[in-house]
């Protein structure tokens, strides 16, 4: 399983991103994102499971950000709306070749893949 970040950038507050994650040789599973910034733990932002198209968010993006997918190119979107300077870290794609339970989600050795860091700042 090989995936691809991309999509992000310098945008100002209460702006918006759209990340996306192209995965290759996954059909099943979880597909997620996480964020870290120098100093911390790599924190969860959002999950979405392959099988059935559940999304799970983490409390500090809930209502903000939007995980979807498109089946047909096999890859996971993460639109981020309402932008905040605390957001700003590398936002890094993941995932589990499991269906991933919701207490699952926040533990990083749920997750079999990751793809290289995008980094994302919110400033003006």
């Known amino acids: 399983v090989q995936l691809q970040a991309s999509g992000g950038g310098l945008v100002q507050p209460g702006g918006s991103l759209r990340l996306s994650c192209a995965a290759s040789?996954?059909?099943?599973?979880?597909m997620g994102w996480f964020r870290q910034t120098p100093g911390n733990e790599r924190e969860f932002v959002a999950a979405?499971?392959?099988?059935?198209?559940?999304?799970f968010y983490g409390n500090s993006v809930r209502g903000r950000f939007t995980v979807s997918r498109d089946n047909a190119k096999n890859t996971v979107y993460l639109q981020m709306n309402s932008l905040k300077p605390e957001d700003t870290a590398v936002y890094y794609c993941?995932?589990?070749?499991?269906?991933?339970?919701?207490?699952?989600?926040?533990?990083?050795?749920?997750?079999?893949?990751w793809g290289q860091g995008t980094q994302v700042t919110v400033s003006s």
């Open positions: 993941a995932a589990s070749v499991s269906s991933l339970i919701m207490s699952s989600l926040y533990t990083l050795e749920s997750w079999n893949y």
């Open positions: 040789g996954l059909r099943s599973g979880t």
């Open positions: 979405y499971r392959l099988s059935g198209g559940s999304k």
